[in-house]
Each structure stands twice: as structure tokens, then as C-alpha cells.
């Protein structure tokens, strides 16, 4: 079974560039999260999907950020603009029951 | 802040010697789970502990869960190099789905 995919794995851009991070899940996994953990701090939830359907967006820290998971598959966050705080890692995890979580491997971004 | 906070920081060990990290959390859960990070990979489910269990094992795992004391504990036993990575707890408290991560102990095993 192929995991959760994550990419790019890594991403450097310039303040006040977009940046799109993807996600596609575990096949059938209706659940799919977004964590981010920046620089030095914890690991925090951003939002949870259902489907297609955005079931928590409250750890969305501002409107610079877009999730989106159209047809229910893969999921994008974009990042627009980018800003420096907005540097370090993000995951993406799927569930197929809300119990247990398989995580990606992330994607670092780095904003300059 | 519903953050977990996890002690110690960081732990150096030799191979062989077991390794204990605490977690502390806040509010009530449903379950507390363990997670490992390789240093630039992602997250690696460990294992999951409900709310009303109090020990469980796996391999060379061992967590238990104190709910009146809002806490849980990893031990790893004969540790080996491999181990060395950054160890989370996350809770997943009632009502939500979304997992509350703890600030993460850094293992290092020195062979």
C-alpha cells in the first residue's frame, strides 16, 4: 500500500511569491489533515478534510492560505503571498477512520 | 494554550541503555499517541493508547497513560542507534479530530 505523499519536499521562495503544496492521501482515506510545525515551535493542526468537504479550518493561521481537495483525492495548500514566518515543515496526513493517522513526509518550505 | 508538553528536551544514551520521555497534556482525550521524526522525515505512528487504557506494549515499545495526572510515558528498552530521532505525543481530545502535538523529546543513541 503507498503511503502519504508529500511534494515538493522541499521548497525555497522569495517573500511575496505562491507556493502550492500537494498532497495526495492514502487511496480510500476520506480524512486528510494538514499540520505545520515552523521554525523552533510545535507541530500544529491547520485544517481537516472530509472528502472534498473542509471539516476544520480553524488552525488556519490567515487568508494567505488556501486548502483545497477537489473530487476527494489529492489535496493542495497554497500559499499566497508568502511571508517569512510561513517557513518550515509541512504535513499532510490521511485516516480512514479518525483513529489512526499515516503521516507524509512533509515539505519543507523556506521563505527569504 | 492546549499544547502538550513533553520532558526531557533532549536525552543522550548508550545503545543498550533504555530511554524514558514524558508527555503531559491538558485537556480530557479520547486517545494519546507516539509518534517518531527522523531528522528531515516525516511523522512515524508509533503507537496508540486510549483513554481507558493504562499500559500497552509494542516491541520494545512501552507506554503507559495516567489520566488523573493528565500524562503518559515512553520507555524504549535496549536502545539502539537507529532509535536516535525526535519523539511527539499527540492527543486527540473528545469532540475534535485534530491532534494536539506535544513540543517533542530529541533522542540521541550514541553506539
Known amino acids: 500500500e503507498a503511503g502519504v505523499t508529500q511534494f515538493p519536499s522541499h521548497s525555497v521562495i522569495e517573500k511575496g511569491q505562491t507556493v502550492t503544496l500537494r498532497c495526495d492521501p492514502i487511496?480510500?482515506?476520506?480524512?486528510l489533515y494538514w499540520y505545520r510545525r515552523v521554525m523552533g515551535k510545535e507541530i500544529k493542526f491547520l485544517l481537516h478534510?472530509?472528502?472534498?468537504?473542509?471539516?476544520?479550518e480553524s488552525g488556519m493561521p490567515n487568508n494567505r492560505f488556501l486548502a483545497e481537495r477537489t473530487g476527494g483525492t489529492y489535496s493542495t495548500l497554497k500559499v499566497q503571498p508568502a511571508e517569512l514566518e510561513d517557513s518550515g515543515v509541512y504535513f499532510c496526513?490521511?485516516?480512514?477512520?479518525?483513529?489512526?493517522?499515516?503521516f507524509g513526509s512533509g515539505t519543507r518550505l523556506t521563505v527569504v | 494554550s492546549q499544547q502538550g508538553e513533553e520532558d526531557p528536551q533532549a536525552l543522550s544514551i548508550q545503545e543498550g541503555e533504555n530511554a524514558t520521555m514524558n508527555c503531559s497534556y491538558k485537556?480530557?482525550?479520547?486517545?494519546l499517541q507516539w509518534y517518531r521524526q527522523n531528522s528531515g522525515r516525516g511523522l512515524v505512528h508509533l503507537i496508540l493508547?486510549?483513554?481507558?487504557?493504562r499500559e500497552k506494549h509494542s516491541g520494545r515499545l512501552r507506554v503507559t497513560l495516567d489520566t488523573s495526572k493528565k500524562s503518559s510515558s515512553l520507555l524504549i528498552t535496549a536502545s539502539r542507534a537507529a532509535d536516535t530521532a525526535s519523539y511527539f505525543c499527540?492527543?486527540?481530545?473528545?469532540?475534535?479530530?485534530?491532534?494536539?502535538f506535544g513540543t517533542g523529546t530529541r533522542l540521541q543513541v550514541f553506539p
Open positions: 496526513a490521511s485516516s480512514p477512520d479518525r483513529i489512526g493517522y499515516t
Open positions: 487511496s480510500g482515506h476520506d480524512n
Open positions: 478534510f472530509v472528502k472534498e468537504s473542509k471539516q476544520d
Open positions: 485537556t480530557s482525550i479520547n486517545n
Open positions: 493508547i486510549r483513554s481507558n487504557e
Open positions: 499527540a492527543t486527540a481530545s473528545l469532540g475534535t479530530d485534530k491532534l494536539i
